[in-house]
């Protein structure tokens, strides 16, 4: 389904369309239309299935289309931890992008400035406030926040809020809000505590269950665990092992396809790039010749992980880890079509297997682990757990702290801060980096990124910038600072 069906307003299908989304992910399909016509929704999904655009766009459509209060919170995303709070605040911030509506994570670890800019967003009102549970409730104790006209609740990860032993303090922030108002809750599981309080919550809500797609079982997926400096000599190796006549590489940023595009044609490849920065008929082109065989090799974003029809692709290599788990199947679903088999190879770096982990976990079973060939040095070791915060997260987990990312991704958010002054709630851990005071935005483009992802607070207006020439594909959501992912799934 594109999302052009959904009657979104013009303002916000400038900020899809210029992060290059196009087709919705199957929870989105589901979602979206009844959360716009107003109904309370309990929706089971994992991570990694596109749930955050799901509730982000129909949410800024309301906003966007109907009247609300201007000085104060119109609504409310509580999450469990602060990573989740800046990938959701990010990706608001992509989507928006040619909108006026305003939004601020609030999260705990901060120092006193931080505090201070949250409380004053709160106090003077802001669009769309994204929280973690024990910071809220630190404001909510002051008595400033204003939450008269809120309209919207969204509960996402429920299931690990309560877990983590939230179900009190949500219970207590639900008891400041209006009784008028519209519930969403998202969870990956439905445990019956769970059950409960969405009785306590929602009204006469509607159920929808999402199960992520899986690839098709012919598919032979490998993974290489590597250094990220390894990834474009074994890109090298593995394709000069065979004479492959189809071969697409898939690349999470415009600057990693460049790069290794430049050093495929130095080792006299028969290779051309697809990303954004490339007008429409040159894309037209590098796919004619690459369906009619005249190339052989086609590096490129996520701009082509969805809606082509290209069979007999040989052999799909995930350059860089996909952002989440539908990204990864609809890149590796490029091969085995049709009546064909298909080989499916991902690099997996270090700072990536995190991320990488919960792809398999949305899999249902680990992809092999192949040898790095002994002529490239030593590999790392696949040990997930000892990378943990350093990977982005279906719509893109980070690290620690809450800074703003270039371009619209989450994944890496600096080291832990310190803090001095302001309270500090429990469970929601250190930050560093106070979110950016930002308010109307300009005319101009976004630029291109994977999942819409930088935290905005309200008020300060931005300067120009010149708008992209975005491209066409969907969602989901991840990233961290520097370059930014060039297309979503956006993404969770």
């Not at 992910?25 to 009844?34: A, D, F, S």
């Not at 669009?127 to 509960?155: E, S, W």
């Not at 989440?324 to 991902?346: F, M």
């Amino acid at each position: 389904m594109n999302f052009s069906e959904f009657g979104l307003d013009e303002r916000l299908m400038d900020g899809i369309d210029a992060m290059g989304y196009t087709t919705a992910t199957p929870v989105q399909e589901q979602v979206m239309q009844p959360i716009l016509d107003g109904k309370d929704l309990i929706v089971s999904a994992q991570t990694g299935t596109g749930k955050t655009a799901a509730f982000l766009l129909p949410l800024m459509n309301k906003l966007i289309t109907t009247p609300h209060e201007d000085h104060h919170i119109n609504a409310m995303v509580i999450v469990p931890t602060r990573e989740l709070a800046v990938q959701i605040a990010q990706a608001m911030e992509g989507i928006s992008y040619f909108t006026s509506v305003s939004s601020i994570a609030v999260y705990g670890g901060g120092d006193g400035n931080s505090f201070a800019i949250e409380k004053k967003a709160l106090s003077t009102g802001v669009d769309v406030v994204i929280c973690t549970p024990g910071r809220m409730i630190a404001h909510l104790n002051m008595g400033y926040v204003k939450l008269q006209g809120l309209k919207y609740l969204i509960l996402d990860e429920a299931d690990r809020m309560l877990d983590m032993g939230f179900n009190d303090d949500i219970m207590k922030i639900i008891s400041f809000l209006p009784k008028q108002r519209q519930n969403l809750l998202f969870s990956a599981t439905m445990p019956m505590k769970m059950r409960e309080m969405a009785r306590k919550i929602l009204v006469d809500p509607l159920e929808i269950n999402i199960s992520i797609s899986k690839p098709p079982e012919k598919i032979v997926q490998e993974a290489f665990v590597v250094y990220e400096g390894q990834k474009i000599p074994l890109v090298k190796h593995v394709l000069s092992q065979k004479d492959f006549q189809s071969v697409i590489v898939f690349c999470s940023k415009k600057q990693n396809v460049k790069a290794l595009s430049n050093e495929l044609k130095r080792a006299r490849f028969s290779i051309e790039e697809i990303h954004s920065d490339l007008e429409q008929t040159q894309r037209e082109q590098v796919l004619q010749d690459f369906r009619n065989k005249k190339l052989k090799i086609l590096v490129a974003t996520d701009i082509l992980s969805r809606g082509i029809d290209i069979e007999d692709i040989d052999l799909v290599i995930n350059y860089d880890v996909p952002n989440d788990g539908e990204d990864y199947v609809h890149r590796i679903g490029r091969t085995a079509r049709a009546s064909s088999e298909g080989t499916a190879y991902t690099f997996i770096s270090e700072q990536e297997q995190q991320k990488f982990a919960r792809i398999e976990e949305l899999l249902g079973k680990p992809v092999t682990k192949s040898p790095v060939p002994e002529q490239f040095g030593p590999a790392p070791e696949y040990n997930p757990r000892a990378h943990r915060g350093s990977g982005g997260r279906g719509g893109g987990r980070g690290g620690n702290s809450g800074g703003r990312s270039g371009g619209g991704r989450p994944d890496g958010h600096g080291g832990n801060g310190g803090r001095s002054g302001g309270p500090r709630p429990n469970g929601d851990g250190q930050r560093s980096g106070a979110p950016r005071p930002t308010g109307n935005r300009p005319n101009g483009p976004r630029p291109e990124g994977g999942g819409p992802n930088r935290p905005i607070t309200p008020s300060m207006p931005r300067p120009e910038r010149p708008r992209p020439s975005g491209a066409s594909e969907p969602n989901g959501q991840s990233g961290s600072n520097g370059p930014a992912p060039e297309a979503p799934n956006p993404t969770n």
